[in-house]
């Protein structure tokens, strides 16, 4: 199962992308000499397009087999098994996940509500009840 993110949030960057690669189509076309800013804008958007299309595919968070992952594309990706979290802190609408070794945080503003109400669903059954402002 897979946590998506809001849609504003994905669209923005295929907005971007296209912005900067109309802004670098642009620049070649109406200079007479070439500079790398030129080539600048076409990789910026192209990096935009990048991440909107890894986005689009792998959303925010993946449940499955007993695991939560967050799927990041830059830095590492996160994962812990869900049977052995033993505390969810909640602050300002955002979860922090721990076990006895990771700890994983969770922006709620990013997800879309249908999948909020399913990653709701998905920690109450985990039968540890979410303590908030409290240190675990």
């Not at 299309?53 to 499955?64: A, C, E, R, S, V």
């Not at 087999?65 to 909640?90: D, H, Q």
Request: charged share 25%.
């Amino acid at each position: 199962m897979k946590i998506k993110f809001k849609k504003k949030r994905i669209y923005i960057n295929l907005i971007l992308g296209l912005v900067w690669i109309g802004l670098g189509i642009f620049s070649l076309l109406e200079n007479e000499s070439l500079r790398w800013t030129d080539y600048g804008y076409l990789l910026a958007g192209v990096l935009y397009l990048g991440h909107y299309l890894y986005d689009l595919n792998n959303q925010y968070l993946t449940i499955q087999n007993g695991t939560i992952r967050k799927n990041a594309l830059y830095g590492f990706r996160k994962k812990m098994n869900l049977n052995e979290i033993n505390c969810i802190e909640k602050y300002e609408g955002d979860y922090t996940l721990k076990t006895e070794t990771k700890e994983l945080k969770i922006n709620t503003k990013l997800i879309d509500e249908k999948s909020l109400a399913e990653l709701n669903r998905i920690l109450n059954e985990l039968d540890i009840s979410p303590k908030k402002n409290a240190i675990c």
